[in-house]
């Protein structure tokens, strides 16, 4: 690469980069939150969510965004506040890298993974880490898109799960004990959720409509606190699902994906 083509990709970089904004607790309540859902009317679970993150904000949770109404967007925090059940010192965990629609293809995601583990540095983080699997899940980040940056995969579940990591000095996060069991006393559709996704309000409207229905036994379980979420019994990224006892899923439901569960 001649330095010519340096030049024209720091600049293309740099002007990316002027399209992005950071929540803040100033300005938390005017910016659009990156979500699909369409309505001119307060929803619920973007409510929840704002709420959600005016409580993290100060902990050192980022969420950049494209300054439009559009689904563009990463969200990490510190892994000690990291509301997820894996350990590790100085490391990020990446909750969330979206790019959806039209704005593909347009460097927004290189652009979003490069501010992530530029911060990271700048703030001598050890590394950064996000939750994957061995088949792409549909609620989980491009883990294809994090491995070509570099990261690799440091622990695993018997459920097909990974945690993926990029270190800059050797040192690697890894799973808590109690997620490798993945198994609760309860028999009943067990759903662990938090508010961090403006979907969850609906998906557990809907979960609990389906099963009141189909006189299926439910049970919601908020997870509410930093330290619930450290002991959680499986994997999680805001949602998790349990049945007869055994983990399934981190994905949100539908009617057709909780039927083939409560098949099981």
Not at 54 to 66: Q, S, T, Y
Not at 108 to 121: P, V
Not at 162 to 183: C, H, I, M, W, Y
Not at 225 to 245: D, H, I, R, S
Request: charged share 25%; glycine share 6%; with cysteine.
């Amino acid at each position: 690469m001649d330095k010519k083509d340096k030049i024209q990709i720091k600049n293309a970089s740099a002007i990316l980069d002027t399209d992005f904004v950071n929540l803040t607790p100033e300005n938390l309540a005017n910016e659009h939150l990156c979500c699909i859902i369409r309505t001119k009317k307060s929803h619920p679970g973007i409510e929840a969510k704002r709420q959600w993150l005016a409580d993290r904000l100060n902990e050192g949770h980022i969420f950049r965004k494209l300054n439009a109404k559009a689904t563009v967007f990463i969200e990490y925090a510190p892994l000690e506040t990291a509301w997820v059940p894996i350990i590790g010192n100085n490391y990020y965990y990446v909750y969330c890298l979206w790019v959806l629609g039209n704005y593909k293809g347009k460097g927004y995601g290189k652009s979003l993974m490069e501010y992530c583990m530029a911060d990271a540095k700048e703030k001598g983080k050890s590394g950064i880490c996000m939750l994957g699997a061995k088949k792409q899940k549909a609620w989980l980040s491009d883990q294809l898109f994090a491995k070509r940056y570099g990261f690799k995969v440091v622990d695993t579940t018997d459920n097909d799960y990974e945690l993926l990591a990029f270190s800059f000095d050797g040192t690697v996060p890894q799973f808590t004990q109690k997620v490798r069991n993945s198994e609760i006393g309860r028999k009943e559709l067990t759903v662990y959720y938090d508010m961090q996704c403006p979907y969850i309000y609906q998906n557990i409207e809907m979960t609990r409509q389906y099963c009141e229905t189909n006189n299926i036994p439910v049970s919601f379980i908020q997870v509410d606190t930093l330290q619930k979420a450290k002991e959680l019994p499986c994997v999680f990224n805001n949602w998790a699902v349990f049945y007869e006892g055994n983990f399934e899923t981190v994905n949100l439901l539908n009617a057709d994906s909780l039927k083939r569960i409560l098949k099981k």
